[in-house]
């Protein structure tokens, strides 16, 4: 019973120590040597190793402002604050100064409440708000003059995603800082929510024309736009899909996109036929299942670069999206993305056949317990997206042949 004990009477030693110097108990352990806490820098590299990838590029903008500091940054919109490097204000006007934000680096210091604070959560809020909106300015500057709309710029979004990033972080750091999570002291903004719609028939037909017939490789192209619409792929799961994903003879192709886990999906064989050939065509032997230099980790869809080929990336589909807003002016008002896409099939799949066909479609996570009674199984799905795409699939085959077969082997045909 003695160690309680002494471990009470140590921590009231350091209480008071730390009331007669006016720091928290923690400074007085890293003071004394005693912390066996991480530093900061130490500590956010395992963190954000452990996340997603998506995961880990949005919080590391974020906490890599706390880590290595920025600033000052004021909440004035003058060009001079909004032409410096990094958004940092070097304005004197009555207006900057008094609004300046600094974060000191914490990187080289250890992990402990009176460094993963409130009031830096606060900072990073307001860093990451003041960040997003100058930023939003100069992209509306650059829209405009190709022609195009502006872009919501008021930094929402942003300061809600840095107080998500430090309590995340802080939480992770509980045992290190006791067990009170500062971060959670800070208000955190709701989300804002898109405002997006499914589109109508007329609408995706001309979607699809300006897409086949702009651009400077328009069968590519085509095929993004069939193979999103088929499968409700993101543009991450595009750009991920390879030879591997794709199985003639079940007519599935397995979509990995948000948090790279694999979903199959049924499809047209028109579809898999068209996608084989392509990858056949640019990738060469290595997309060939056929070939001895068949490589199934190869990339399905690729660019024409002079005399070589390379697989598709993101930047593709934003090319693709950019034609849509500049022909198409209800698609340029309505700021047309390639979500659009899984936007409208979901809305077909919800009103035709129930929710839990949109929920597979867009591979949404279950919210309620009676959520797990509708789901829909993988041959009534396949039978749901032939009916509305209109091809067959032998998933939907074999259970209208044992159908028959069942029915008529007891005389009820």
């Known amino acids: 019973m003695s160690a309680p004990a002494n471990h009470d009477t140590e921590l009231a030693a350091l209480e008071q120590l730390a009331k007669a110097r006016g720091k928290s108990v923690d400074e007085i352990r890293m003071l004394l040597g005693e912390s066996s806490a991480p530093v900061v820098s130490e500590h956010m590299a395992a963190y954000l190793s452990r996340q997603t990838p998506r995961t880990r590029s949005t919080y590391a903008t974020h906490l890599n402002r706390a880590r290595n500091g920025i600033g000052p940054i004021c909440d004035q919109t003058c060009e ?41 959560t606060k900072n990073l809020r307001a860093v990451a708000t003041r960040h997003a909106i100058k930023k939003g300015i100069l992209d509306n500057r ?9 872009k919501r710029a008021d930094g929402h979004n942003a300061g809600e995603t840095a107080v998500g990033a430090a309590r995340s972080l802080f939480n992770d750091a509980l045992k290190h800082c006791g067990d009170v999570n500062s971060a959670l002291q800070v208000p955190k903004p709701s989300r804002d929510p898109k405002e997006r719609r499914p589109l109508k028939h007329f609408e995706l037909v001309e979607v699809h024309h300006y897409t086949a017939t702009s651009g400077n490789d328009p069968g590519l192209d085509t095929l993004i736009i069939d193979l999103g619409i088929a499968t409700g792929a993101r543009s991450e799961g595009v750009s991920l899909l390879t030879m591997s994903s794709l199985h003639l003879e079940t007519q599935m192709i397995d979509i990995f996109d948000k948090g790279k886990k694999r979903t199959p999906m049924p499809v047209s064989r028109d579809l898999l036929e068209r996608l084989f050939a392509h990858a056949r065509e640019r990738g060469g032997p290595a997309c060939d299942p ?29 090319g693709i999206m950019g034609r849509w807003q500049k022909e198409l002016s209800w698609a340029r008002d309505e700021q047309l993305v390639f979500h ?70 007891f005389g009820l045909s």
């Open 80 to 120: 001079p604050c909004l032409t410096s490097a990094g958004f940092v204000c070097r304005c004197d006007c009555a207006k900057c100064v008094p609004s300046r934000i600094t974060i000191a680096p914490i990187g080289q210091l250890r992990v402990s409440s009176s460094v993963y604070s409130e009031e830096l």
């Open 142 to 150: 650059r829209r405009a003059a190709l022609g195009k709309p502006a």
């Open 290 to 318: 056929t070939s001895l230099h068949y490589i199934p980790d190869s990339a399905v869809l690729y660019t024409r670069r002079a005399n070589t080929s390379a697989p598709v990336t993101g930047r593709r589909i934003d």
């Open 340 to 409: 659009h896409l899984r936007h409208t099939v979901g809305a077909h799949l919800e009103m035709n056949y129930g929710p839990q066909f949109k929920r597979r479609y867009l591979r949404h996570k279950e919210k309620t317990v009676t959520d797990g009674y509708g789901k829909c199984s993988m041959d009534s799905f396949a039978r749901a997206m032939s009916e509305l795409l209109e091809f067959e699939h032998p998933l939907v085959h074999d259970i209208e042949q044992r159908e028959q077969d069942t029915l008529r082997r």
